[in-house]
């Protein structure tokens, strides 16, 4: 059973930063690309950042980019999205998800939420003003 366990949430104010931790148990994240979405309430499920297996690649949504970073540590089996910058926008539940089968790569793949295998519970993060 993989459990995708999210942590590093919480109460920030605006222009503040956060780092948001997936760690996995059950199988390793090393072959897996990784991405994190994010849902605020009455709003659909949104793509934030992706990271490809290798670590090699990454993407950030256009929203977001120059404010967050993603990185992983698969001695860890750890994935990393850095936050900085914080605006009240942010505020949404964030998810970390596993793509095991990995039959595409680029930006486009990474935003769907139909690519991915595993979801985290997701950890609140709000932003206030």
């Known amino acids: 059973q993989v459990q995708l366990v999210e942590s590093g949430g919480g109460l920030v104010q605006a222009g503040g930063s956060l780092r948001l931790s997936c760690a996995a148990s059950?199988?390793?994240?090393?072959?897996?690309?990784m991405g994190w979405f994010r849902q605020a309430p009455g709003k659909e499920r949104e793509f934030v950042a992706a990271?490809?297996?290798?670590?090699?690649?990454?993407y950030i949504e256009d929203s977001v980019k120059g404010r967050f970073t993603i990185s992983r540590d698969n001695a860890k089996n750890t994935v990393y999205p850095q936050m900085n910058s914080l605006k009240p926008e942010d505020t949404a539940v964030y998810y970390c998800?596993?793509?095991?089968?990995?039959?595409?790569?680029?930006?486009?793949?990474?935003?769907?939420?139909?690519?991915?295998?595993?979801w985290g519970q997701g950890t609140q993060v709000t932003v206030s003003s």
């Open positions: 998800a596993a793509d095991r089968h990995r039959t595409g790569s680029g930006r486009y793949y990474y935003s769907v939420p139909h690519n991915y295998d595993y």
């Open positions: 059950g199988r390793t994240l090393s072959n897996d690309g």
């Open positions: 990271i490809s297996w290798t670590g090699y690649s990454t």
